[in-house]
């Protein structure tokens, strides 16, 4: 983003094959696979042009969140968004994950960089057109890097991973909102500019 500010989204994936490990080597392979897959124009029509998928980074840990392997890659090219109507940094555009297991611990949600979505003037939310084609794009991203995943560590289900049960329950739905949202984090290396008057 500018200013060299960093957007992180991080669906998990849990090992069928439990507790099969992931090795640092594996971890590299699976990211330089999701840096292969060609990122569909509904997720990038989210994203402003000075909005950009630079590379992945993979994490695998066990149950309890203790970090065993990491691998990251950098794409060759920057892929931009498609987005022409420009948004604040911390804009974002949540995808719901829905599981079958009752209460918080089995729900998650996906915050994806919303910098150039369009918003329609009179309800102040996303157009449905856009939300339509964003959750369509999204569900196309989320098989593709499951797919991706599964070559290097097996089988593998998009799941919510609950640190209060260290268990890991598989989504079974997505759901997309069209009211614009914020990013629940501090600003990563974003220096704010201050204008200054003196006072009274």
């Not at 066990?62 to 987005?83: I, K, P």
Request: glycine share 10%; net charge neutral.
């Amino acid at each position: 983003m500018p200013g060299g500010e960093v957007w992180s989204v991080n669906p998990c994936f849990f090992l069928q094959d439990e507790p099969a490990s992931i090795s640092s080597a594996e971890a590299l392979a699976i990211a330089t696979a999701v840096d292969a897959i060609v990122i569909p124009t509904g997720v990038r029509s989210m994203m402003g042009t000075a909005t950009a998928i630079t590379g992945s980074r993979v994490e695998a840990r066990d149950r309890n969140g203790l970090l065993e392997a990491l691998g990251e890659h950098t794409r060759a090219s920057a892929v931009a968004g498609q987005g022409t109507s420009p948004h604040p940094y911390q804009t974002s555009s949540v995808t719901s994950l829905r599981t079958g297991f009752p209460g918080g611990q089995g729900r998650g949600r996906l915050y994806w960089p919303a910098t150039g979505g369009q918003i329609d003037a009179n309800t102040l939310r996303f157009t449905p057109t856009l939300v339509t084609s964003f959750l369509s794009g999204v569900k196309t991203y989320l098989t593709a890097i499951q797919a991706a995943v599964a070559v290097s560590a097996g089988p593998v289900d998009l799941a919510v991973w609950s640190r209060t049960g260290t268990a890991f329950h598989k989504v079974t739905t997505i759901r997309q909102g069209d009211v614009a949202d914020t990013q629940r984090r501090r600003r990563d290396t974003l220096n704010e500019a201050y204008s200054e008057l003196a006072y009274p």
